[in-house]
């Protein structure tokens, strides 16, 4: 079940998805995204990035959810008077309002909506490209496509925190979350996701058949990969 990819559909993707098992949802990603450390994770290589540069910097994340790293960059920039233009772009316009709903700062955060599978899809042109638990919606043809254009339109770098599909992965995110109060979706959704999701030499031959030569893929806890890709 876990020696290849699957392509098994999720409610999330639902892009008319709304209402009270959205929100539910959403609420639960968050938490565990804390928890876990992913946003954390994907804000310290962002916060880098911007420390760098000599000019602000336009970020994009792509399916964005309901705009965690995006808040966390966001309030870090306002705090300490970095300029910054950041854009989350998600399919599912309730999840875009949800993401909006949550900004409790004055925070220079852009929402758009696009099909980010389409294979006409194209990013705006932007110097930082991150994305969370997104790419591996992508099937691996679709997704080496969609690198070779986004090699293209963004200046700096690609941040990706991903899943890493292992069998244990799978077991202990089972049990787990027979104790925890999550929903039903949350539960369901979140068993698919490690199927779809990435090993590394998958990874590896992904970033290679884009032609992509600069980058680092580590293995972080909790079953993640942290992936830079150099522009």
């Known amino acids: 079940m876990l020696d290849v990819r699957s392509s098994e559909a999720e409610e999330m993707d639902d892009l008319n998805l709304s209402g009270e098992k959205l929100h539910q949802t959403l609420n639960g990603l968050s938490l565990i995204n804390r928890f876990l450390g992913n946003t954390d994770a994907t804000f310290k290589l962002a916060k880098a990035a911007i420390?760098?540069?000599n000019h602000p910097l336009k970020i994009i994340d792509l399916g964005c959810g309901g705009g965690d790293n995006l808040r966390a960059i966001g309030n870090w920039c306002h705090q300490n008077?970095?300029?910054v233009a950041l854009i989350g772009i998600d399919g599912n316009a309730n999840i875009l309002a949800y993401a909006r709903s949550k900004n409790k700062e004055p925070l220079p955060i852009e929402y758009q909506q696009a099909d980010i599978l389409h294979p006409t899809y194209q990013i705006p042109i932007c110097d930082l490209?991150?994305?969370s638990h997104f790419v591996y919606h992508f099937s691996d043809l679709a997704f080496i496509k969609f690198l070779q254009t986004a090699k293209t339109r963004v200046s700096k770098k690609i941040i990706l925190s991903e899943l890493r599909r292992s069998r244990l992965a799978y077991i202990l995110f089972k049990i787990g979350m027979l104790f925890l109060p999550f929903s039903k979706m949350v539960k369901e959704d979140g068993l698919k996701a490690i199927r779809?999701?990435?090993?590394?030499?998958?990874l590896e031959q992904i970033l290679i058949a884009a032609a992509l030569k600069n980058y680092i893929i580590r293995k972080k806890w909790a079953f993640r990969w942290e992936v830079e890709i150099f522009c």
């Open 129 to 131: 490209l991150i994305s």
């Open 51 to 53: 420390l760098k540069a």
């Open 81 to 83: 008077n970095q300029s």
């Open 196 to 202: 779809r999701s990435f090993t590394k030499k998958e």
